[in-house]
């Protein structure tokens, strides 16, 4: 088996179930809406990090769980997000003295170069990026060559927890994760807490009778859950370890009439939503 079997992710559910389905496709799982998912993400770090980069240590790495990871979609678009908010350096342009003669009657023509609204300092450390499926590890390893705990979302209930490994802490400046209240935590390879747990295209096939001890579990583990995907599912109750957030108004959101506009990010029919614990 290759791909996604089917186009359509209901067809492939009401063909195979939902376990089978990713058994078939454990190596070579892509989530057809990448694109969408990534500008969703990136809008959303781009909120998250001016309104949130000050009260954070800026030479300690900020940490994520990319939670029932697929093939690995969410971790590449942070990857890319650090990627392209990152300074670029530029060659100087030449002087008019390396120029040929005949050049100097013309006048130079520089193209404005396009500047991002957010630019990370250069001295930002690369991300930590802890990873978790069931089924798809093979395929999110071969995507992003790193590794993805075997977790399902009862393991996760049960308090199972990914650790960093030895490429994701030599690779950031800093050996020490930071504790999402922004302490400093003692090193290790099994963090106690991340900044943010995101998961796209995959917490609605969580059963309800789990729901409930993941999101708590997961509400003592990380400031953010951020959910992607191409409808409102799951409801996520009060009681339940999280409050809704309003990404425009930075603050939780205070009733149901707040608008869609005020507290989601759509763009290509995908949809992010967050929570805050």
Avoid at 157 to 176: Q, R, V
Avoid at 212 to 230: R, T
């Amino acid at each position: 088996m290759s791909g996604n079997l089917s186009h359509s992710m209901r067809e492939n559910y009401e063909t195979h179930g939902v376990e089978k389905y990713y058994h078939l496709v454990a190596s070579s799982y892509r989530n057809p809406h990448f694109e969408g998912a990534q500008k969703c993400l990136h809008a959303w770090l781009d909120k998250w990090w001016l309104r949130e980069s000050r009260e954070m240590p800026q030479d300690k790495p900020a940490s994520f769980w990319d939670l029932a990871a697929g093939s690995g979609e969410v971790t590449e678009a942070i990857l890319n997000w650090y990627s392209l908010r990152r300074p670029k350096e530029h060659p100087s342009h030449l002087s008019e003295e390396s120029h040929p003669p005949s050049s100097l009657t013309h006048r130079s023509v520089q193209r404005p170069v396009r500047r991002l609204a957010l630019m990370l300092n250069s001295s930002i450390p690369d991300p930590l990026i802890i990873a978790s499926d069931p089924y798809t590890a093979p395929a999110y390893t071969a995507r992003t060559s790193r590794y993805c705990a075997p977790f399902s979302f009862a393991d996760v209930a049960e308090g199972s927890m990914p650790s960093f490994t030895a490429h994701d802490l030599n690779s950031a400046m800093s050996k020490e994760p930071r504790s999402h209240h922004g302490e400093v935590s003692g090193v290790s390879a099994s963090p106690q807490t991340v900044d943010m747990v995101v998961s796209s295209f995959a917490l609605h096939l969580c059963t309800p009778s789990e729901l409930f001890s993941l999101l708590y579990e997961l509400s003592l583990k990380s400031k953010w859950l951020v959910v992607i995907a191409p409808h409102k599912k799951p409801e996520i109750k009060p009681g339940w370890g999280w409050v809704r957030w309003n990404i425009s108004k930075w603050q939780e959101v205070k009733s149901d009439h707040e608008s869609d506009v005020e507290v989601e990010i759509v763009l290509d029919r995908v949809r992010l939503r967050v929570w805050r614990s």
